[in-house]
């Protein structure tokens, strides 16, 4: 799958979160106080409730905040398999 597959689904009000998942992990993974496994898990749990906070307590809602974690993290492993080819 491809990122404008996911991206597809993930509304422009919920793009924001894209990049906010991506500094949240960025920074836990420099920080080293929660294990590199457990990253894209804390980030589903953030997204969520971003996009929660964002645009409202409803499971679509919950669902636009792990579709936007779940970019995030795509866009991280394509940059790190990028950069180690």
């Given at each position: 799958?491809?990122?404008?597959?996911?991206?597809?689904?993930?509304?422009?009000?919920?793009?924001?979160?894209?990049?906010?998942?991506?500094?949240?992990?960025?920074?836990?993974?420099?920080?080293?106080?929660?294990?590199?496994?457990l990253i894209p898990l804390v980030?589903?749990?953030?997204?969520?409730?971003?996009?929660?906070?964002?645009?409202?307590?409803?499971?679509?809602?919950?669902?636009?905040?792990?579709?936007?974690?779940?970019?995030?993290?795509?866009?991280?492993?394509?940059?790190?398999?990028?950069?180690?080819?």
């Amino acid at each position: 799958m491809d990122l404008t597959e996911v991206m597809k689904y993930i509304s422009k009000e919920a793009l924001v979160i894209v990049p906010v998942c991506w500094i949240v992990g960025f920074a836990i993974k420099k920080a080293k106080f929660i294990a590199d496994k457990l990253i894209p898990l804390v980030l589903l749990v953030v997204g969520a409730g971003i996009a929660m906070a964002i645009l409202g307590p409803t499971a679509q809602n919950a669902v636009q905040g792990l579709l936007c974690a779940g970019a995030s993290v795509l866009i991280h492993q394509i940059k790190r398999q990028l950069k180690d080819k």
